[in-house]
């Protein structure tokens, strides 16, 4: 028994030995891929389809079978080692005959390699969507049709705000219906979506929502968590929300950071000059990083913030020191610092 047991250990011994070779030579061997370093000018070019839902092997074995790379493996392994292919689009790709693995992953990320691309930009309003659609070549009356019968999330009974900003690329022939229901289940698929959609003890869904796109109109990335404590800061003690971004969305007006005191005096349930608390809805549809800072906002006791100058915006909790600051931001506006 005791001989019989030492070959057994002997032979699992080999098998292990075996399959750790087999793991070294298969991680070691190069798949057939064309030189990275080669100029795709002048080559060829073909439009590759990616349907909706491809997997990294599937999207592999397409551009092999389209001449695109050499070996759908070469692709796979570069996809396996890069992030950014969970962000290939599906829809239609202009892509480069006989390139490298490495080359036809950036050009699948390339948006001017995409022909039918609809664009929502972070901070968009739903107008603006409707108007990339007519752009793609939709009708109105399919606009129309495709927005107002969209299914929401539990609690939502508009689409502002929901739109989730990306890149977005369609197979031939897909509906208006189709594309837009996509952009709104998109916001389901984002990890931070997920969790507003829930809502917590304290706002709704759709408040935090609303909080988000103030976030995203207000500032950039840097300053998302300061701003959301500001926001909440002011709804704890009952102070007006005041931002401007609320009024530029009542009245659709990009581009211009200064806002008049007339436009303050808009009657409307959106300006938060004149209405007290959170507007009846989002103004705007943020990226996961605005939703990120209302679900979890800097700690500080800010009330007030304001750019004085571009890449210098300012937080406190100071009347007086952002009286003062404003007087600042006047000048710097005027001097034409933020032309």
Known sequence: MRAFSRVIAAGLV???????????????????????????????EITVEIPQGATGSQIAAI???SGVVKSA?????????????????????????????????????DPERIPSLIRVAEGAWKSEVQQAFLNYGFTKQQVKSAFSGLKLPKGFTNSEGLIFPAQYSFPEGTSAQVAAQRMIDRFSDDAQGRKLLQGNSTYSAQQLLTIASIIQAESTDVDFTKVSRVIYNRLKIGMPLQMDSTVHFVMQARGDIFLSRKATMLNSSYNTYRKYGLPPGPICSPGSAAIEAALQPMQGDWLYFITVAPGDTRFTASFDEFSDWKVLYTKNRKAGAFN
């Open 63 to 65: 551009l092999a079978q």
């Open 14 to 44: 080999i098998v292990v030995f075996t399959f750790s070779l087999f793991l070294m030579r298969s991680q070691t061997t190069s798949a057939p891929d064309f030189d990275t370093a080669q100029s795709v000018q002048g080559l060829p």
């Open 73 to 109: 493996e070469a692709y796979f392994r570069v996809a396996v080692g890069d992030a950014r292919a969970q962000k290939v689009a599906p829809g239609s790709h202009r892509l480069t005959l006989g390139i490298s693995a490495r080359q036809a992953l950036d050009q699948l990320l």
